[in-house]
């Protein structure tokens, strides 16, 4: 399946590099009933505001909640 993945699969998504378990993480929450297209620009200003997990967990919830909306979901 890795082989197949080096030759085939998607490359170029924007949790993918760098490679880190906060960005994986992320990404896998926000593509819960919700397309690749519409998550990449709602993921790229919400790591822009929230780049790590301690960042994430120091914010108050509005503030997180305002850069969820339109996601969906939100009780995820």
């Known amino acids: ?3 197949w993945f080096d030759g085939h699969g998607r490359h ?3 949790w993918q590099h760098p490679r880190a ?3 994986v ?3 896998e929450i926000m593509l819960q009933q919700t397309q690749v297209a519409v998550v990449i620009p709602y993921f790229h200003k919400f790591v822009a ?3 790590t997990l301690a960042d994430l967990a120091a914010a108050d919830n509005d503030t997180v909640m305002a850069h ?3 996601l969906g ?3 995820r």
């Open 73 to 75: 979901y939100y009780a």
């Open 21 to 23: 378990p906060y960005r």
């Open 1 to 3: 399946m890795l082989h």
């Open 68 to 70: 969820w909306a339109g």
């Open 12 to 14: 170029d998504l924007p």
């Open 49 to 51: 505001r929230f780049p």
């Open 25 to 27: 993480w992320l990404s």
